[in-house]
């Protein structure tokens, strides 16, 4: 039980955990596929689908600049993730990995990613057979159908039920819930693009960035 769980770590630990929350979020925020796309010219918030993701960076750059992005940001996730983990256990990892998720969806004065990747990074401390199983699944289902926001959403939903039907903690699957309706709720308008058939590709660079579809 999550009582429990806390209860393992003690005042000191938990108040490290605490003081490093914001630490935390402030590596959440580092702009990876800012920076990186404009390392090639390109301005990656009026490319593509104007997420500064991993996903539009594949799509706007090509699969090669899309994976240094994509490999940052889970980073970012893991970073913190395992900060939490040798400081305070489980809780702290979670603690310490969800700020870093936050601070990668909504970082302040900038547009934020959708944060798959860097809860990705967070969970792969946590569940690190699942995280590459359920990469192998994304990774076909993106390829597959051509659209990274479905394979996205499907280990989004399902992530929280497998780890519930594996036995963890109730709190970790409520916490893991949670997290994927944060997730969930930041690909809204890739959802309502997939109702009405007009979702963006995940394909390789074809264009000179500017003559992609908006």
Not at 32 to 43: E, H, K, M, T, W
Not at 49 to 69: D, E, Q, T, Y
Not at 77 to 105: C, E, F, K, N, S
């Amino acid at each position: 039980m999550l009582k429990q769980a806390v209860s393992g770590c003690d005042d000191g630990a938990v108040l490290v955990v605490v003081l490093l929350l914001p630490v935390a979020y402030l590596v959440g925020t580092f702009p990876s596929a800012v920076i990186v796309a404009r390392s090639r010219g390109v301005d990656i918030t009026a490319e593509g689908s104007g997420n500064p993701g991993a996903s539009n960076v594949i799509r706007v750059l090509g699969w090669r600049v899309g994976a240094a992005v994509l490999l940052a940001d889970f980073a970012k996730g893991a970073l913190a993730g395992g900060a939490g983990l040798a400081v305070g256990d489980r809780p702290g990892a979670y603690a310490l990995g969800v700020a870093a998720v936050i601070g990668h969806t909504f970082p302040l004065l900038r547009k934020g990613g959708k944060g798959v990747a860097a809860a990705g990074g967070m969970l792969v401390v946590l569940f690190p057979l699942l995280v590459v199983a359920l990469a192998v699944v994304w990774g076909v289902v993106a390829k597959g159908l051509h659209k990274a926001s479905v394979a996205s959403l499907l280990i989004v939903v399902a992530f929280p039920m497998v780890v519930g039907v594996l036995g963890y903690y109730w709190w970790e699957t409520a916490l893991l819930a949670t997290v994927a309706l944060l997730l969930v709720v930041r690909h809204l308008g890739n959802i309502r693009r997939l109702i009405h058939h007009e979702e963006h590709d995940l394909i390789a660079k074809s264009a000179p960035p500017g003559q992609n579809a908006a």
